[in-house]
């Protein structure tokens, strides 16, 4: 069965850099784009990023555009979020989530499969 | 404050119909067809209940519905059970950028 689990959350002071790591399981990784979305208790579900089956195109959310990288090693089945210059506003759960058929868009996409999500505290 | 605009709120009894509004413009719901719908529960990953505005997932029972008109998408409970109260969050494709609503949180009375 389809499998996603989340890792590399954690507390850390501002200004710093953590990277989240969604490794997958039950299915061909390499045939799949792959997005982050966070969800902060007080205001929902933010789209993070996504990232295309091989890799070769990215997009990001504006909020985090500059600060944050997707990235993916598709023969370990592992997709990465490398967050830098982290704000107290980044605080929130992180999940990967799976987009289950092919759109000509990234952003197109809904997402059949969701990790349990990374839970990122940024406090000082 | 989110991009797509939906009632923090919405009730209904067993057995009974409810409905979700989901509001957004002409640059993300109006615009495409390509507006989902995600429940939670809570301590739970989202679930795909809903896509591209009205097609729904193997295994997601067709009580669940969606529809769209101009720039407000909508998600319809039918034969509300205790186990449809959840969180309910709509999304949509707006250009390279994805964006979600504030949440429905959906009380079964």
């Known amino acids: 069965q389809v499998q996603l689990v989340e890792s590399g959350g954690g507390v850390v002071q501002p200004g710093t850099s953590l990277r989240l790591s969604c490794t997958a399981s039950g299915f061909t990784f390499s045939g799949f784009p792959m997005h982050w979305v966070r969800q902060d208790p007080g205001t929902g579900l933010e789209w993070v990023a996504a990232i295309s089956y091989d890799g070769s195109e990215k997009y990001h959310a504006d909020s985090v555009k500059g600060r944050f990288t997707i990235s993916r090693d598709n023969p370990r089945s592992t997709l990465y979020l490398q967050m830098n210059s982290l704000r107290v506003e980044d605080t929130a759960v992180y999940y990967c989530?799976?987009?289950?058929?092919?759109?000509?868009?990234?952003?197109?996409?809904?997402?059949?499969?969701w990790g349990q999500g990374t839970l990122l505290t940024v406090s000082s | 404050q989110s991009a797509l605009t939906q009632p923090p709120s919405a009730s209904g009894s067993p057995g009974q119909s409810v409905t979700i509004s989901c509001t957004g413009t002409?640059?993300?719901?109006?615009?495409?067809?390509?507006v989902s719908w995600y429940q939670q529960h809570p301590g739970r990953a989202p679930k795909l209940m809903i896509y591209?505005?009205?097609k729904r997932p193997s295994g997601v029972p067709d009580r669940f519905s969606g529809s769209k008109s101009g720039n407000t998408a909508s998600l319809t409970v039918s034969g509300l059970q205790a186990d449809d109260e959840a969180d309910y969050y709509c999304?949509?494709?707006?250009?390279?950028?994805?964006?979600f609503g504030g949440g429905t949180k959906l009380t079964v009375l």
């Open positions: 002409s640059s993300d719901v109006g615009g495409y067809n390509y």
């Open positions: 989530a799976r987009v289950g058929r092919y759109y000509d868009i990234l952003t197109k996409g809904s997402f059949d499969y």
């Open positions: 591209e505005v009205s």
């Open positions: 999304s949509s494709y707006a250009g390279n950028n994805k964006v």
